[in-house]
């Protein structure tokens, strides 16, 4: 028996555009109209879909059209998708910031939301006053919310400026404020938006780390909304893609960050024969070994580039490997048992094994450095190659492996012996 603590049926937003936002008296009274004979709203069978590249031909667009989900208690959902796709839309609707056009949300339980900097804080009120404020907006007696007062300014990391107005916070201070409330005033449902990464790295982790423990030990709900894919597969276990604001796809995390990957307009350069220029040196005739532009996490994947020498002395080649901006791994031809030496062009040829890297958007930088061992930088060319990894769907082929987590996952030499007492 499912334990469904959150039910969105049919759900549907519907904005005008142009200078008056909600719409005119005309239509209202037009609506009301209708509404009074029984009749269908007249303006829901107009509008544009919801895609920010399109010229708009209609004075309305549906920001969401026909959304429905449940979520189980305990479940930690990544909802993805590109900029206006709908997702901000969806969690005011679920927060109960504006209401849908169409269509209903059930709960059971409380809901907490962090949407952006600042949200349900009142700036000329003091952090201490704020966690009260917030709490009583949640629901909580004041003898609730002192008991949790010291676990909050402690996470938050704000003991300093507890008592100062939060006008006079930072950005991240206002963040970590916020967060801490949201997550030890203990809603039911609790809500994340994009607004984490405002904090630095240090921070993200931290909270990262609390949304999982209290999904874990406390069985609470948590919806969260970020661009960075790492945090997302980290901490949730199914996803929700949007696409032009319907949901593109609804299921295991690992396949949704796939599709959104495959689906961003991502710049995909497996060919590069741009003649890049250094100290005494040259880089051409760079690409990467593809069938029909389709890479897979289960091929091997060559990277060959035209090394042209001017001067006599020694050099390696450094190939640098990126996925969604974090370093994967570097790889240099300084080890090889035929060094670059000499005047003279070479073809040099990176070899990646295949299953090593994991599906998702990656790039590569490649420089020239001396070879002799200082390492004397002479040229770097930035993403010269780029490319998105499709999981070829062999390694979870087996229902008991849900996925492989981290940057790589190379197939490791495993020795197992019995002994013998």
């Known amino acids: 028996m499912k334990d469904i603590i959150l039910k969105a049926e049919n759900i549907s937003k519907q904005y005008r555009l142009g200078t008056v ?16 004979r029984g009749k269908e709203d007249p303006y829901l069978k107009i509008g544009d879909t919801n895609d920010r590249s399109t010229k708009a031909e209609s004075d309305y667009v549906w920001a969401l059209q026909d959304i429905n989900f449940e979520i189980e ?18 969690l005011k609707i679920l927060s109960r910031v504006t209401a849908p056009t169409t269509g209903s949300i059930k709960f059971g339980g409380r809901v907490a939301s962090l949407l952006e900097v600042g949200t349900g804080f009142n700036g000329e009120m003091t952090g201490r006053e704020n966690i009260y404020l917030n709490g009583a907006i949640l629901g909580m007696t004041k003898k609730e919310i002192t008991s ?6 402690e996470f938050s990391g704000c003991q300093r ?17 916020a967060f801490a409330v949201a997550a030890f005033l203990e809603p039911e449902i609790l809500i994340i938006d994009e607004v984490l990464a405002v904090g630095d790295a240090e921070f993200q982790k931290k909270a990262i780390g609390k949304m999982q423990d209290i999904s874990k030990s406390g069985g609470r709900t948590v919806l969260f909304v970020s ?3 790492e945090a997302v597969k980290q901490l949730c276990s199914r996803g929700i893609v949007l696409e032009h604001g319907g949901v593109a796809f609804d299921g295991e995390i690992s396949e949704a960050i796939s599709l959104y990957l495959s689906k961003e307009n991502f710049e995909q350069v497996l060919v590069n024969n741009t003649l890049f220029v250094g100290e005494n040196c040259e880089i051409s005739n760079t690409h990467m070994q593809a069938e029909n532009n389709l890479v897979t996490n289960g091929d091997e994947i060559l990277i060959k580039t035209q090394f042209k020498s001017i001067v006599d002395q020694n050099y390696s080649v450094i190939l640098s490997v990126f996925r969604e901006s974090i370093l994967v791994f570097a790889a240099t031809s300084f080890y090889h048992e035929n060094p670059i030496s000499g005047i003279g062009t070479f073809e040099i040829e990176f070899a990646i094994p295949k299953y090593l890297l994991n599906p998702g958007f990656h790039h590569c930088n490649i420089s020239i450095v001396d070879g002799t061992g200082n390492f004397k930088q002479y040229l770097l060319v930035e993403e010269i190659l780029s490319c998105n990894i499709i999981d070829d769907g062999f390694r979870r082929g087996n229902k008991y492996m849900k996925g492989w987590d981290g940057a790589v996952s190379p197939i490791l030499r495993i020795k197992c012996t019995k002994c013998i007492c």
């Not at 936002?21 to 009074?36: F, P, Y």
């Not at 208690?73 to 997702?87: D, L, Q, S």
């Not at 400026?161 to 404020?177: F, H, N, Q, W």
């Open 161 to 177: 400026y507890i008592d100062t107005p939060v006008k006079r916070y930072s950005s991240g201070m206002y963040v970590r404020l």
């Open 73 to 90: 208690r305990g479940e930690v959902i990544g909802i993805i998708g590109k900029n206006g796709a709908g997702k901000s839309t969806l």
């Open 21 to 36: 936002g909600t719409g005119s008296l005309v239509h209202d009274l037009n609506r009301w109209w209708h509404q009074i």
């Open 227 to 229: 661009h960075n894919m």
């Open 148 to 153: 949790k007062l010291d676990e909050i300014i």
